[in-house]
């Protein structure tokens, strides 16, 4: 096994970094650069510019709109783009539900729905969690009970990202209460303009309106927006957790965090040296840094048996699990090398509506709430813990 970028995929990175020169929107680059937070027109914005060149949707088949790029090549793309500081992609019209209808859906629904999320006409949220299933998903209690041509929805979704922007949800749902916890599951697509339900927001740690609970009362849903057959809904959430557990492994953001981490680090001071020439802090940069090297060289290697045709199982669980909790340690180290600097908050530079901090004072404006936003990526997409048991029964066999 070669893991080695050939010839033609260095050609390839270049051609993305001509791009991201060219086509990144100035504005929407300085705001991930200092860690403020994007409008929903930014992120639509900087979709429709991908859109253009025809590289939103990479994962997806090229006659649906894909790129037929390589795993490798993907794994460039994204490399490059944390790497010029361009917005992570909205995952969740793109990346996880649109698998799911390519996979799983009708050819209607795949008519339908495809062409508007490539053109972000719909912007997709996830309809998962519960207040009482979150790692034990399966043991999710919204209903969806058939009347006529429609199912009627009542229950409680939680922690729905970005749902204040949705006008879609994809939902799993229990349609049959009787049967096995897996086995009664759907997978329903549903309109969040539709009357009887509310969305409130959840205000985090940072402060951000991120996340949200999604009330549910007597929502009629037609029938032919159910994904696959009744009581398979398991089964797309299983396919769609898969996808969504690779991404969230973020190598090249971690990358990215890294380089933020040293240049932060040669600019404060430690008893009059620059922090980095400090033995302990040195010693712990250095420890993520080869720890993130060993995840590049597993995430390589996963990809180059997908680039020969090998399916993607537990890897994906590995990848997600020490991936989450290396972004986790250097944000903590980025905050630590800030020592008091990374104490306040400044609500409006991060929200973008306030420009009067620079240098230092910009640096440590990010760092606390960066550090706080990073705790979820342990939890969401299935808890460490969970994925843990998955490495042990599927590759240990315990």
């Known amino acids: 096994m070669n893991l080695q970028f050939t010839e033609a995929e260095n050609v390839f990175r270049d051609e993305v970094r001509v791009f991201l020169a060219e086509a990144l929107p100035s ?54 783009c944390a790497a010029a500081h361009a917005p992570t992609v909205v995952p969740f019209g793109v990346t996880m539900v649109a698998p799911v209808i390519i996979r799983f859906g009708s050819e209607s629904q795949k008519n339908h729905y495809l062409p508007r999320i490539l053109d972000n006409h719909d912007w997709w949220c996830q309809g998962y969690s519960e207040p009482g299933a979150g790692s034990d998903l399966a043991d999710l ?12 929805v009542n229950g409680q979704k939680t922690w729905t990202t970005l749902g204040q922007h949705a006008n879609k949800m994809f939902c799993l749902v229990r349609t049959d209460p009787k049967a096995k916890k897996q086995a009664g599951i759907s997978f329903l697509l549903i309109d969040m303009d539709s009357p009887g339900i509310t969305v409130r927001p959840i205000i985090t740690l940072d402060g951000a309106h991120e996340v949200n609970e999604v009330f549910l009362d007597d929502v009629r849903v037609p029938v032919e927006n159910r994904v696959g057959a009744e009581g398979e809904g398991w089964t797309c959430a299983k396919f769609l957790l898969t996808h ?17 981490l040293k240049d932060v680090a040669r600019r404060q001071t430690h008893r009059g040296r620059p922090l980095i020439e400090s033995p302990s802090f040195r010693e712990q940069i250095v420890r993520s840094e080869l720890e993130l090297m060993a995840l590049e060289v597993t995430n390589l290697r996963v990809l180059a048996a997908a680039r020969d045709g090998g399916a993607l199982g537990a ?16 944000s903590d180290l980025t905050r630590r090398a800030l020592g008091p600097q990374a104490l306040p908050f400044f609500p409006d530079f991060l929200a ?19 550090y706080f936003n990073r705790r979820k990526l342990s939890i969401y997409g299935g808890a460490n813990e969970i994925q843990k048991n998955i490495v042990a029964k599927t590759i240990l066999g315990m």
């Open 27 to 80: 504005d929407i680059q300085n705001k991930v650069r200092q860690g403020q937070r994007l409008t929903a027109e930014e992120h639509v914005r900087w979709q429709n510019c991908l859109n253009k060149q025809g590289w939103l949707a990479p994962s997806w088949p090229i006659e649906h709109g894909g790129t037929g790029w390589t795993p490798v090549e993907k794994h460039i793309f994204e490399e490059e």
């Open 141 to 152: 209690k919204t209903r969806a009970e058939r009347d006529g041509h429609d199912y009627i």
């Open 315 to 330: 890897e994906s669980s590995l990848l997600k699990i020490r991936g989450s909790e290396l972004r986790q340690r250097l």
């Open 352 to 370: 973008g509506t306030e420009d009067g901090l620079e240098g230092d004072q910009a640096l440590a404006a990010a760092a606390s709430q960066q």
């Open 244 to 260: 969504e557990r690779t991404g969230i492994a973020g190598l090249g953001h971690a990358k990215q965090a890294l380089r933020h």
